[in-house]
């Protein structure tokens, strides 16, 4: 197969600029985005009447007849494999699943197979979106190895381009469950002096922050102010578990969805999660707060305990709104089982 050319015509009153122009006339069905036309325009891939326009800001007139090169979709180096995929929905566009804690969502170089990827490349046996000129699934989004949880993947190119666009307008809903150390208490001074926190209606903890990499620990993020990527967490408490409270069962709402977002914020917050190896902390149950049996399962908890339980978007090709709900696993729900024991 030999690259295709898409010709636009550019209609009346166009954008000044070439980029903006094409993304407003070119059709809907080639599903190309203006980060995806930019992208072409620098690589030498649009041309009119024969001449190269290497630059977006480039200017068009109306009539103007763009032709814009795409290059053949590349088959992706990554191998399909049968594995379990606990499929929530699916139709031409996008499929959603839930992911276990333990799986990765993409091959890395320590992971090479047996990760959420490999699996989708095998479940749709060929229909993938081609974004980026290669063929694979179109994940717009993860959730760490060791959470479980929600993920939509685009099929298709246009389903890939709209969920990424809702995903960088933080308008996709994301609903975490978590179990955390101690008791977020609204009313407590300490979590209320805490930088970063405020207190909204409700008793919905605001955490608000820069994350980057740590200075020093180049695996973890870590908190800062004016200084990285801005992230915003909502947290809310659902339950609390022993006298006086030891664990306390946790809605945490993305606003923003940084790497390690919610594990971060909550120990910033004073609150880590159970069983996380790296942000949790390890804290001890306090000995008469609650039975044995219970303080031993949250000490020998073995992953961090966060779980994706609600995802909610508008479907980038029918506009139509659908969300996702997915009940806790059975280690989180052993354990919660165990607390109120």
Same mark, same amino acid.
């Not at 339950?239 to 969805?257: K, N």
């Not at 039975?291 to 978007?313: M, N, S, T």
């Given at each position: 197969? !030999?690259?295709?050319?898409?010709?636009?015509?550019? #209609?009346? *009153?166009?954008?000044?600029? @070439?980029?903006?122009?094409?993304?407003?006339? =070119?059709?809907?069905?080639?599903?190309?985005?203006?980060?995806?036309?930019?992208?072409?325009?620098?690589?030498?891939?649009?041309?009119?009447?024969?001449? =190269?326009?290497?630059?977006?800001?480039?200017?068009?007139?109306?009539?103007?007849?763009?032709?814009?090169?795409?290059?053949?979709?590349?088959?992706?180096?990554?191998?399909?494999?049968?594995?379990?995929?606990?499929?929530?929905?699916?139709?031409?566009?996008?499929?959603? =699943?839930?992911?276990?804690?333990?799986?990765?969502?993409?091959?890395?170089?320590?992971?090479? #197979?047996?990760?959420?990827?490999?699996? @989708?490349?095998?479940?749709?046996? /060929?229909? @993938? !979106? *081609?974004?980026?000129?290669?063929?694979?699934?179109?994940?717009?989004?993860?959730?760490?190895?060791?959470?479980?949880?929600?993920?939509?993947?685009?099929?298709?190119?246009?389903?890939?381009?709209?969920?990424?666009?809702?995903?960088?307008?933080? !308008?996709?809903?994301?609903?975490?469950?978590?179990? =955390?150390?101690?008791?977020?208490?609204?009313?407590? +001074?300490?979590?209320?002096?805490?930088?970063?926190?405020?207190?909204?209606?409700?008793?919905?903890?605001?955490?608000?922050?820069?994350?980057?990499?740590?200075?020093?620990?180049?695996?973890?993020?870590?908190?800062?102010? #004016?200084?990285?990527?801005?992230?915003?967490?909502?947290?809310?408490?659902?339950?609390?578990?022993?006298?006086?409270?030891?664990?306390?069962?946790?809605?945490?709402?993305?606003?923003? /969805?940084?790497?390690?977002?919610?594990?971060?914020?909550?120990?910033?917050? /004073?609150?880590? @999660?159970?069983?996380? +190896?790296?942000?949790?902390?390890?804290?001890?149950?306090?000995?008469?707060?609650?039975?044995?049996?219970?303080?031993?399962?949250?000490? *020998?908890?073995?992953?961090?305990?966060?779980?994706?339980?609600?995802?909610?978007?508008?479907?980038?090709? !029918? /506009?139509?709104?659908?969300?996702?709900?997915?009940?806790?696993?059975?280690?989180?729900?052993?354990?919660?089982?165990?607390?109120?024991?």
């Amino acid at each position: 197969m !030999s690259d295709s050319i898409l010709r636009v015509t550019i #209609g009346a *009153g166009p954008p000044p600029r @070439l980029d903006k122009a094409l993304a407003r006339d =070119v059709p809907e069905e080639a599903a190309l985005s203006r980060t995806r036309l930019a992208k072409l325009i620098e690589e030498g891939a649009v041309r009119r009447e024969g001449e =190269v326009l290497s630059d977006p800001k480039a200017k068009v007139t109306e009539g103007d007849v763009i032709e814009v090169q795409l290059p053949e979709v590349a088959q992706s180096h990554i191998a399909a494999e049968e594995l379990p995929l606990d499929v929530r929905y699916e139709d031409d566009d996008l499929i959603v =699943v839930m992911k276990p804690a333990g799986m990765v969502v993409h091959p890395a170089p320590g992971t090479p #197979g047996g990760t959420l990827v490999n699996a @989708l490349l095998h479940h749709f046996g /060929g229909k @993938l !979106s *081609g974004v980026g000129g290669v063929g694979r699934p179109g994940i717009v989004h993860r959730i760490d190895k060791d959470t479980s949880g929600l993920l939509v993947i685009a099929k298709s190119d246009r389903a890939h381009h709209g969920l990424a666009e809702q995903f960088a307008a933080h !308008s996709v809903e994301r609903i975490y469950h978590a179990l =955390v150390h101690g008791h977020p208490d609204t009313g407590d +001074p300490r979590l209320r002096g805490v930088r970063g926190v405020s207190i909204e209606p409700g008793a919905v903890i605001k955490i608000t922050s820069d994350l980057a990499r740590h200075k020093t620990d180049r695996q973890k993020q870590a908190v800062f102010f #004016g200084h990285g990527k801005h992230a915003i967490t909502r947290a809310r408490v659902l339950e609390t578990f022993g006298t006086p409270p030891q664990v306390s069962l946790v809605e945490c709402r993305l606003e923003t /969805g940084r790497t390690h977002q919610i594990r971060v914020h909550m120990a910033h917050a /004073g609150h880590g @999660l159970v069983g996380d +190896p790296v942000y949790g902390g390890r804290r001890k149950v306090a000995k008469d707060a609650m039975p044995e049996a219970a303080r031993a399962a949250v000490a *020998g908890f073995d992953r961090q305990a966060l779980h994706a339980a609600v995802l909610g978007f508008e479907h980038p090709v !029918s /506009g139509e709104t659908i969300r996702f709900e997915a009940a806790l696993p059975e280690d989180m729900a052993d354990l919660i089982t165990l607390l109120r024991g």
